[in-house]
Every structure is written in C-alpha cells, then in structure tokens.
C-alpha cells in the first residue's frame, strides 16, 4: 500500500464541510470590511463640510459625527470579532500558519469621540 489512498466519500464530504465554512467565514469578514469602509467614507464626508455649513447647528452636528463614529468604532468590533472567527476555523481546520491573514484582511484603527 503506497502514501496515498483514496478517501472515502465521507471524508471528502466533511474536507466539503471544512472548506465551504472557512470560505463562509472569510466573506463574513469581507462583508464587515466593507461596510466599514463605507462608514468611514460617511464619517470622511461629514468631516470634510465646511466650517461655515455646519456652524448655525454646530452641537447638532458634533453629535452627528459621533453618532457616525459610533456606528464606525461597532464596525471595526464586529471586524475584529469576525477576524477572531476566521483564525479560529482555520486553526479548526489544521492551518497554522496565519501571518498573511491580517494583511490580507486589515481591520482599521477605531477612531475617539469629538468633544464639545
């Protein structure tokens, strides 16, 4: 009997199972990362209005550019968190090595509250 053999269709359904949740958990985490660089893109925009703009409602508007980093800083969480799921299936599924993952997925820093 040489090296190789041929697997049986149960282990090539659960190799099925492995790869179709690691890919699974890879687009979760891109999702994410998108969504958060459309929030960031948002936040940019409003940071980029003119001063005189936003003067007459300036409390106003510091709270809806908070608002914005809230919803930006949670994107970030759930990307980190999604990153953490995605090393731990590849780890579930014998990878050990994951050096290039955070390079290939970067999750962007969160960004502190404006104040009055």
Partial sequence: ???????????IDIVKEMA????GAGWKL??????TNAALARLQRLFDVDESESS????????LINESIREYNRLVDLAENALNRLLIQREACGFRTHRYVSHYYP??????????
């Fill in 30 to 35: 891109e999702e994410i990362l998108e969504k």
């Fill in 20 to 23: 179709e949740s690691l890919g």
């Fill in 1 to 11: 009997m040489g090296m190789f053999r041929e697997a049986s269709s149960q282990e």
């Fill in 56 to 63: 007459e409602g300036s409390s106003r508007f510091l709270d």
């Fill in 107 to 116: 999750i962007p820093s969160k960004i502190k509250l404006l104040r009055r």
